[in-house]
C-alpha cells in the first residue's frame, strides 16, 4: 500500500533544497510517495504551514533550517522561532532541524525549546546520513547526527534555556534598536527588558555591561 508523505523543506539556499530533494527522491522506499513544497523564508513558510491547516493537508515532516532571515513583521526571528511555531500549529508534524551551528550551547538551547524528532549538522551531512535520518524519523525517531549526539553526551552543565523574548531582544538590539525602545517591539516594560538583559549578560557572561559585546558573544554562539 502506498504511503503519501506531505514535506515542507524551509531554507534559504535553493541548491540546498535541491539537494536534500533529490536524495529523498532517490532514496525513498518503493511504497513511499513524496509530496515536497519548498519555502526559502519564514514568511513563505508560515504561509504554506497556514494554507496545509486550512486545507486540511497536513505536512508529516519539516525540515527546517536554523539560520534564516526573519520574517517581515519581525515576529519570527529564526527558524527556531519557526519550528516553535511549527509544533504549535502541526503537533503531529516530525521536525528535522539543520544547522552550521555546533554549539554545545545553542544544540542543548534547540532540543529544550523544540524536541526535535531529527536533528543534523550540516558539516556532518552526507547523502546516505540525511535519508537514513528522514526513514527514522519517519518510523523510529529520533535522529541525531553524530555531532549532535556527542555534545549531548557530554555532561552540558547550564539547563538555562535563552526563551523566545530573551532571542527577540538579541535581534533587535543587533538591528540597532536602542533598549529605551524595545518595550514597544516586545509588549513588555523597560524594567522587565533590563532584567532579561542583565540574564542574559550572565549568561554569556559579559562583564562589560556594553549591548556590542552582548551582540559580539551571542552572534559567536549562533544566536544572532
Avoid at 10 to 24: C, K, V
Avoid at 65 to 80: H, N, Q, R, Y
Avoid at 124 to 133: G, I, K, R, V
Amino acid at each position: 500500500m502506498t504511503e503519501m508523505i506531505k514535506i515542507l523543506m524551509i531554507d534559504d539556499h535553493p541548491m540546498i533544497i535541491e539537494g536534500y530533494q533529490n536524495t529523498l527522491l532517490f532514496t525513498k522506499r518503493d511504497n513511499q510517495e513524496l509530496d515536497i513544497d519548498i519555502a526559502n523564508n519564514c514568511d513563505e513558510a508560515v504561509l504554506l504551514m497556514n494554507k496545509s491547516l486550512e486545507s486540511n493537508t497536513l505536512y508529516d515532516v519539516l525540515f527546517v533550517d536554523i539560520s534564516l532571515p526573519p520574517s517581515t513583521d519581525g515576529v519570527m526571528t529564526s527558524g527556531e522561532d519557526l519550528a516553535v511555531y511549527a509544533r504549535s500549529i502541526l503537533p503531529n508534524a516530525k521536525i528535522i532541524i539543520l544547522t552550521m551551528f555546533n554549539e554545545s550551547f545553542r544544540i542543548h538551547n534547540i532540543i529544550k525549546t523544540i524536541d526535535p524528532e531529527g536533528f543534523l549538522i550540516k558539516s556532518d551531512l552526507t547523502s546516505s546520513e540525511l535519508a537514513s535520518a528522514f526513514q527514522a524519523v519517519l518510523n523510529n525517531p529520533p535522529f541525531y547526527s553524530g555531532t549532535v549526539n556527542s555534545h549531548i553526551r557530554k555532561a552540558i552543565t547550564t539547563d538555562i534555556v535563552i526563551d523566545e523574548k530573551n532571542r527577540k531582544i538579541l535581534h533587535l538590539l543587533s538591528q540597532g534598536v536602542k533598549t529605551k525602545n524595545l518595550s514597544s517591539h516586545l509588549d513588555i516594560s523597560l524594567s522587565a527588558i533590563e532584567k532579561r538583559k542583565k540574564q542574559l549578560r550572565d549568561i554569556f557572561d559579559v562583564q562589560d555591561g556594553q549591548d556590542e559585546t552582548l551582540i559580539g558573544e551571542a552572534r559567536k554562539k549562533g544566536f544572532v
